[in-house]
């Protein structure tokens, strides 16, 4: 059974900063890509970065240059530090992992973070 642990969120002012980390545990035999998506209030959750095994990253525009990502292959670890927060940021932050096992993709989700950039 596969695990993903998120910590990091909270309520921070607009400029400030906030690091998540995500830990997954469990039987992951080849992760194809780990990232981190959010959902605000009334909207559908939507791709915040990602991270492939080959090293090619993908980021939504409004956070490109503000939100790097990076993973750590041997520990199963992927992080997103949000530089510059704007109120527009606030949202429940999902960690993510799309793995293959036995021909079979499968994404495996954390319970989420809450993230609130207010004044």
């Known amino acids: 059974q596969v695990q993903l642990v998120e910590s990091g969120g909270g309520l921070v002012q607009p400029g400030g900063s906030l690091r998540l980390s995500c830990a997954a545990s469990?039987?992951?035999?080849?992760?194809?890509?780990m990232g981190w998506y959010r959902q605000a209030p009334g909207k559908q959750r939507e791709v915040v970065a990602t991270?492939?095994?080959?090293?090619?990253?993908n980021y939504a525009g409004s956070v490109k240059g503000r939100f790097p990502i990076a993973r750590d292959n041997a520990k199963n670890t992927v992080d997103l530090q949000m530089n510059s927060l704007i109120p527009e940021d606030t949202a429940i932050y999902y960690c993510?992992?799309?793995?293959?096992?036995?021909?079979?993709?499968?994404?495996?989700w954390g319970q989420g973070t809450q993230v609130t950039v207010s004044s």
């Open positions: 469990g039987r992951l035999f080849s992760i194809l890509a």
């Open positions: 991270l492939t095994n080959g090293g090619s990253t």
């Open positions: 993510n992992i799309y793995s293959r096992a036995f021909g079979i993709t499968t994404n495996y």
